[in-house]
């Protein structure tokens, strides 16, 4: 079965300053999805960047960036220039190429302190 | 287009209750998935189904829970005789189709409380 570990609970960091959320995935299959959802206290669940396992390029959007290093089974997110906008929980998540279920991670709580 | 929304967003019941959720999906979408989220967790998939018919069920679904997707467009989850554990947010979600494209969307949750 597909897991996914995100190492840190909780992390913060000051506005405007740059964060990195790590997260460790383990598979046996080849073909497969990875995910960065954000959950704002008491609102919905966002999918914030996705990257195919195909794909070598790191998939970008805007400040938010991905070092996907597939032989480590490792996915991380960075965030540029935090906004108080960006504290939130954040979600890892899991699919196989074949599936359409998620599988998360525990998530990390991220403070952005002004 | 609102969006996924459930209803209610927050249900207090007794423990030995019977309650039932509704998820109203994105409309063009024929994919539609429930998940449970407790405290401290991420989410953790329970069942999906492509437009009228269920799919697939976690074991996490006991027989106290069933799910329906009648006409292919609104879902509902019922739990009978709720149990403490049954303590949780109720997710669902709606995608247009399995691509990378077809992201899951999430509904804002029904939080369950259990007493």
């Known amino acids: 079965a597909q897991t996914v570990t995100q190492s840190q609970p909780e992390m913060s960091v000051q506005e405007a300053e740059t964060v990195t959320l790590s997260c460790t995935y383990d598979t046996s299959e080849s073909d497969y999805y990875l995910f960065w959802y954000k959950q704002p206290p008491s609102r919905q669940m966002i999918l914030v960047i996705r990257?195919?396992?195909?794909?070598?390029q790191n998939a970008t959007e805007n400040r938010f960036s991905v070092n996907f290093q597939k032989a480590a089974k490792s996915f991380s997110l960075k965030i540029s220039d935090s906004q108080l906008g960006d504290a939130a929980m954040y979600f890892c998540a899991y699919r196989g190429g074949s599936n359409y279920k998620l599988t998360f991670g525990k998530g990390t709580l991220l403070t952005v302190n002004p | 287009d609102t969006g996924v929304s459930q209803d209610p967003r927050h249900k207090i019941t007794k423990r030995g209750q019977n309650v039932t959720f509704r998820c109203d999906p994105i409309?063009?979408?024929?994919?539609l998935y429930w998940y449970r989220q407790t405290l401290g967790q991420g989410p953790e998939f329970l069942t999906y189904f492509q437009n009228e018919a269920q799919l697939e069920k976690s074991r996490l679904l006991s027989d106290r829970f069933s799910a329906e997707r009648p006409k292919g467009s609104f879902s509902t989850l019922e739990i009978q005789r709720t149990e403490q554990g049954d303590s949780a947010m109720y997710l669902c979600?709606?995608?247009?189709?399995?691509?990378?494209?077809?992201?899951?969307?999430f509904g804002p949750g029904t939080r369950l409380t259990v007493t």
């Open positions: 409309s063009e979408h024929n994919r």
């Open positions: 979600a709606s995608s247009l189709g399995q691509g990378i494209s077809h992201e899951q969307y």
């Open positions: 990257q195919e396992a195909y794909k070598q």
